[in-house]
């Protein structure tokens, strides 16, 4: 949607790109996060690779998995 002139007013949430030729070659950048939760402390965490179009690359066989960059998280309890 949007109103004039030309003002964006939604848009979308979520970028991806794959290579059906080289699935490890994918990549994804989500604009609020995992959660989408406005509340949430990492809301805006992936805000700045949206802006400037750069993308997380998603590694799909062991091989990629094991070399590339990997970002990890141990959950800890809390809210379920």
């Given amino acids: 949607l949007y109103s004039s002139p030309y003002e964006v007013v ?17 990549r994804v950048v989500l604009s609020t996060g995992n959660s989408g939760n406005i509340g949430s402390p990492r809301f805006r965490d992936p805000a700045g690779l949206w802006a400037e179009g750069r993308y997380h690359f998603l590694r799909f066989s062991q091989g990629a998995a094991r070399v590339g960059p990997v970002d990890r998280w141990t959950p800890t309890g809390g809210a379920r």
């Fill in 10 to 26: 939604i848009g979308p949430g979520i970028r991806m790109i794959y290579d059906l030729a080289s699935w490890d070659e994918a």
